[in-house]
């Protein structure tokens, strides 16, 4: 017999973080949705250069929010209240190789990049709608 | 470049990662610890509190980034040469 040991003890996900995963899944499939609308936007705006520019900067904005969101699932698991940085080393790399690369416009691949951004606004405006009864 | 406006860029390049990052610093690290204690006392919300604190540091962290792109354009694509 085994005192003292945690009764519930397993390798699966709580209940609780399930909502974790499902509001990181949420918030994924929102900022796909929204760079897909973005790009074929500004490719028939700006064309296909500029489209492909922004397409960069959303990819990797989608990139910075899995690290985020893992960063996060990791506070408080290891003993640190720290969350690590190393999400914004993506951004810092994206940013350097748009200024020296020749192919490459910052503006485009910056507002690309912020795409998270409006998903997360238009998340928080979602759960302030009233909630469906049914 | 002019070495008075590269010296001038550096100097801003430093200052604007320097207080982009000093706010949203502060107010992460509030936040987290917060975050951590109240996973701590109730850890059957530690879901909710995981996602509240996900939107909240991925807002606070913009903030930086707006900073950080400044910087960057100041370093390595200065519109002022």
């Known amino acids: ?134 | 470049m002019d070495p008075l406006v590269a010296a001038a860029s550096v100097l801003a390049a430093a200052l604007a990662i320097g207080l982009a990052s000093l706010g949203p610093g502060i107010g992460q690290g509030n936040a987290s610890a917060q975050a951590v204690e109240g996973i701590a006392r109730q850890p059957e919300a530690e879901g909710k509190i995981r996602g509240t604190l996900l939107l909240t540091l991925a807002f606070m962290e913009s903030l930086t980034i707006y900073g950080l792109v400044i910087a960057l354009v100041l370093l390595f694509a200065n519109p002022f040469k």
């Not at chain 1, 949420?26 to 609308?37: H, P, Q, R």
């Open chain 1, 1 to 134: 017999m085994t005192e003292g040991a945690p009764q519930n003890v397993s390798t699966e996900p709580s209940k609780s973080m399930q909502e974790y995963y499902k509001l990181q899944q949420e918030l994924l499939v929102m900022v796909l949705i929204l760079s897909g609308i973005a790009f074929v936007s500004v490719w028939l705006v700006y064309g296909l250069n500029i489209a492909l520019n922004y397409l960069l900067g959303a990819c990797t904005g989608v990139v910075y929010l899995k690290v985020l969101a893992r960063n996060v699932e990791r506070v408080g698991t290891d003993g640190s209240k720290r969350v690590g940085s190393s999400q914004l080393a993506l951004f810092v790399a994206l940013i350097i190789l748009a200024t020296q690369l020749n192919q490459l416009h910052i503006l485009p691949i910056f507002l690309g990049f912020l795409t998270y951004k409006a998903s997360l606004i238009v998340y928080m405006l979602r759960s302030l709608m009233p909630s469906d009864p049914s």
